[in-house]
């Protein structure tokens, strides 16, 4: 069974953490094998988030961040303080785009009234 497609936003990440798990590494001299062996995960794992096969998860990014002693953000840039602010604007930004009829609903049919004070609620966690 085929993979779902990976959003470009999925790409950028695994890019990112790629390219910073190998700049880490090489600068603190450590390299796969020894790496994979500190954290007691298989090569084949470790591997696929330098190969960008594979997204590490929270927990596994804090692993890793602990066993090179970097922060958690010098390897994924999801875990940087203005990344969630830049996901708030957005949310900011859809609320204004309900309110200003420019969301459609699937099949672009127009969101009704009832529709929208529901995305509305979900957006603020009512």
Known sequence: MPRNKLSDFEVHIREEISKNLKRITKSKGINQTQLSDKLGIPASTLSGYFAKRSTPNAGMVQKISDALG?????????????????????????????????????????????????????LEGK
């Open 70 to 122: 970097v922060k958690k953000s010098d390897i994924d840039p999801r875990c940087a303080d203005g990344f969630n602010k830049d996901r708030n604007q957005k949310t900011f930004d859809l609320k204004k785009a309900i309110d200003n009829d420019e969301v459609m609903s699937y099949g672009g049919k127009q969101l009704s009234k009832l529709e929208k004070e529901m995305v509305k609620r979900i």
